[in-house]
């Protein structure tokens, strides 16, 4: 009789612990409070983007026409430097030897004109047909014509290596200011296009926020209409801004917070906001 009243007992206590388990797991789950609070829109119609910080002139990646080793570099990073100012300084001493070779073949072909130069002054003061003839008569003016353009093709050749070493110096484009270095004296500057540049640079005296609209919204954009910028962690900080252009190139999707998933694209249809 003890042992069927015991079995009796832990079958009940069985089925209430099922019953308590089923009511438990069908109870709505406390809907988690969000990590970051959202901010507070003014507008009731509004279409939102993540907007990335540019400088006015856009974010210019700084190359070189030619490879090869930074043997200067003129400015750190936060400088700012007006248009032209030097940044950075690619090897040039080969070039410095071809100059040297260069420039004296100028004197040399300065000399030699000088020369020819002599001899036909020497002749014009001859008189024609007894003392000189005709034809060296021609023959010397021909020389100094020859000459005149050996000198020209050696100063044109001068002229083009300094040419040459003034590429191997990268200048500033526009006047703003050093935004990233990510070059280092002694190390090799690839030409070309590169995945990271050697330095990034704009004016950042007027700020420009680039945002990205999803194409399905690009229509309910409207050029001129009042927008606000929101700080990502912080909503309270906040600030006007006012509109620039719209640049209407449907581009593949950019994540501004980890890799790029699926293939959704977006428009820059809200394009520059400017404050």
Do not use: C
Request: charged letters at 20%; aromatic letters at 6%.
């Amino acid at each position: 009789m003890i042992g069927r009243y015991a079995l009796s007992l832990l079958a009940f206590m069985g089925l209430a612990l099922a019953v308590g388990a089923v009511i438990q797991g069908n109870r709505t789950a406390p809907v988690a409070p969000p990590v970051v609070r959202l901010p507070e829109v003014p507008f009731t119609s509004y279409v939102a983007g993540a907007g990335l910080v540019q400088a006015s002139t856009e974010n210019i990646a700084i190359g070189t026409p030619v490879s090869g080793i930074v043997t200067a570099i003129y400015v750190k990073w936060g400088d700012r430097v007006d248009a032209g100012d030097p940044l950075i300084k690619i090897d040039d001493r080969d070039l410095q030897g071809h100059l040297l070779v260069a420039l004296a073949k100028v004197k040399e072909a300065e000399s030699n004109l000088a020369k020819i130069k002599n001899l036909l002054k020497v002749a014009e003061g001859l008189r024609t047909g007894s003392s000189i003839t005709t034809l060296d008569m021609a023959n010397r003016r021909f020389d100094v014509a020859i000459n005149e353009a050996v000198l020209q093709s050696a100063a044109a050749q001068v002229e083009q290596l300094k040419i040459e070493i003034e590429r191997r110096t990268i200048r500033a484009p526009v006047t703003g200011r050093v935004l990233q270095m990510e070059t280092h004296l002694g190390e090799f500057a690839q030409s070309g296009v590169l995945s990271t540049p050697l330095m990034l640079f704009g004016d950042d005296t007027r700020l420009h926020i680039r945002v990205h609209i999803d194409e399905n919204d690009a229509w309910r954009v409207h050029a001129g209409a009042p927008a606000l910028a929101f700080l990502r962690s912080n909503p309270d900080l906040n600030a006007p801004l006012r509109f620039e252009r719209i640049e209407p190139y449907v581009e593949p999707k950019v994540s501004l917070t980890g890799p790029e998933h699926g293939t959704d694209r977006y428009a820059r249809s809200a394009g520059h906001l400017q404050f």
